[in-house]
């Protein structure tokens, strides 16, 4: 967001004549959007993190204020340690094989001469379906004794497999889901990286006899540094508070197996109707949140 | 002509490598390509098959059936959803493009006091991801009564599209002659003129950007729905197709599958309609 490269260019009209009703009208044409977002999205953030400082359930008469006791209850709780476990592992799963698999698709697509743009768009296609879709298709892949996964696996000499019904496996599989759906839009950064790189650098580094593995790792790699943190960070954000895949695929489970930062925060809420620590566990999703964009913030200042 | 130059054969051979080496691109792209395809196509095989043969791990349905399709339009509701779709997507696109037009006229032509501050104001929300909003959404929605209703839904839709769409057309805008507003300011042209009668048409590319983004993000919402609302009437699709996963007992997969498939075809017909529009947005609203 860099907020500085826009240049502003004033009418001379409007400079001239410096009325007060001149001088109100881009308060006035901001103010719409500005009533949205603070009033809305603003005042949402303030209105969980009060409600964090206070105990707010169906058990407790009043709002008594607690200060930051929700807070030490949570890193008390199992079930929240548990979450913010399968959070993390759920979130390095994505990032090491989304990463490994749209760097890989980028460079192919590079690498191709024809049908460059349609095999793009092919390849953005499941970022564009819905969450809710995406996870009913590839609860579809695995469900039942003879799902396209299970019958596949066995034409290759694999044994029955539970795939949904078992606990590691079941984070594996919602972690492939989450790549399949968020991975598109980390190619699509990588790919914009690639074509971006200087194309002089590349004859340069071929005269000094460098292989393709050398010319990846000292042109296009340094070249593309900064699209490559971006798609990380992507990838993080989106799966740290990711929620439309995880609840129709598993919905947290088996047991608690894939019950995630943002699918917890949900069964608190409206599952035991515990608004507070629902709010609690809602802003240390947004301190996250807000770690990684001043992290993308610095990564993207130093381009 | 085999023998006709000794030169030849080591010169054909690289040449041959080369068109291997070349061609050997395609295989792990066409597993790629498999892999962002197979979910979707299994999908789509599903729901021409019946009941029975749905556990069949075969591609073709011996019988393809519309069955299921008919089915789905036929059931209980689904037009119903699919207008509040198209309405809640329609709605909060038209509003979110027109107050982030308003907007990203201000920042792009003028210079203001808090200029930067109402940018910042307006862009940092971006970093707020829906899931997390449903528990105070849902408090403050509550407590001015507006649970279950179409306007809630708007608003919060709305509001989460605003910042993309204010920034991208903010760029947009900007890249608008001013030279051609002066000439209109001469003859005197209001601002309101000017904005939608010649910097709102230039700028055409950047609304249908804008708008084909919300109308996605709109069409495939999820928590705000889940959370907002309470009864049928206001369901989504994206909503009814989480209800129809969650039923308890036998799955009807070949009907939750053709669900599934019209959900995704009205998206699919937008982006094949605006791919390259698509394309240019999420980088530029990605990259900056």
């Known amino acids: 967001m860099a907020v500085d490269n826009i240049a502003t260019r004033e009418l001379p009209a409007a400079r001239r004549r410096r009325k007060w009703g001149e001088i109100l009208v881009p308060y006035l044409l901001v103010s719409p959007a500005i009533l949205f977002v603070a009033g809305v999205l603003g005042y949402a953030v303030v209105n969980g993190f009060v409600t964090s400082l206070f105990r707010v359930d169906i058990w407790t008469i009043g709002r008594p204020f607690v200060g930051l006791g929700n807070y030490l209850a949570l890193f008390r709780d199992p079930n929240f340690l548990n979450s913010l476990t399968r959070s993390l592992i759920f979130v390095a799963g994505t990032i090491v094989f989304g990463l490994a698999l749209s760097m890989t698709y980028a460079l192919l697509l590079q690498a191709v001469r024809s049908a460059r743009g349609f095999l793009r768009s092919v390849a953005l296609i499941p970022y564009l379906v819905s969450g809710i879709a995406a996870a009913i298709m590839w609860r579809f892949l695995f469900t039942g004794e003879a799902s396209l996964v299970q019958a596949t696996l066995e034409s290759l000499g694999f044994g029955q497999m539970t795939w949904l019904g078992h606990p590691d496996r079941a984070l594996a599989v919602v972690t492939l889901a989450n790549v399949w759906f968020i991975s598109p839009f980390a190619t699509l950064i990588l790919l914009g990286g690639l074509q971006s790189v200087d194309q002089q650098l590349y004859d340069a580094a071929a005269i000094d006899g460098a292989n393709w593995f050398h010319s990846f790792l000292n042109v296009t790699l340094p070249g593309i540094l900064p699209m490559l943190s971006l798609s990380l960070m992507w990838l993080s954000f989106a799966s740290f508070n990711m929620f439309d895949i995880i609840l129709p695929l598993t919905g947290g489970g088996p047991g608690r197996s894939t019950e995630v930062l943002a699918v917890y925060m949900y069964q608190l809420a409206f599952r035991n109707l515990d608004y507070s620590s629902a709010s609690a566990v809602m802003m240390v999703l947004l301190v996250i949140n807000l770690t990684l964009s001043l992290l993308y913030l610095r990564v993207s200042r130093v381009r | 002509m085999a023998g006709s130059s000794p030169s030849l054969p080591p010169r054909r051979a690289p040449v041959l490598a080369m068109l291997i080496r070349k061609n050997l691109v395609w295989i792990p792209l066409a597993v790629l390509v498999a892999w962002s395809l197979v979910p979707i ?123 993309l769409a204010t920034w991208i057309l903010t760029g947009f805008f900007h890249a608008v002659p001013i030279e051609l507003e002066e000439a209109a300011a001469i003859d005197g042209a209001s601002i309101w003129q000017r904005i939608w009668r010649i910097v709102v048409p230039i700028a055409v590319p950047g609304m249908i950007t804008v708008g084909v983004l919300s109308l996605r993000e709109a069409w495939n919402e999820f928590p705000f729905v889940l959370a907002l609302t309470t009864s049928m009437e206001k369901r989504t699709l994206p909503y009814q197709l989480f209800l129809l996963r969650d039923r308890l007992g036998i799955q009807d997969w070949p009907l939750v599958n053709a669900f599934t498939i019209l959900t995704i075809i009205p998206i699919l017909i937008l982006y094949i309609a605006f791919e390259r529009r698509i394309v240019s947005g999420l980088t530029s609203g990605a990259l900056k």
């Open chain 2, 41 to 163: 196509l299994w999908s789509v095989a599903a729901s021409f098959k019946t009941p029975l043969e749905v556990y069949d791990a075969r591609w073709l349905p011996e019988s393809p059936t519309l069955d299921n399709y008919a089915r789905v339009l036929q059931s209980d509701g689904f037009w119903r959803y699919f207008l509040n779709s198209v309405f809640l997507a329609l709605a909060s696109t038209g509003l979110a493009v027109f107050v982030s037009s308003l907007a990203a006229y201000a920042f792009a032509r003028y210079a203001f006091r808090w200029r930067h501050i109402l940018l910042i104001v307006i862009l940092v929300p971006r970093i707020l991801p829906r899931a997390s909003l449903i528990v105070p959404l849902y408090q403050m929605v509550e407590s001015v009564g507006m649970l279950d209703t179409y306007a809630a839904l708007i608003v919060t839709y709305t509001a989460t599209a605003i910042p």
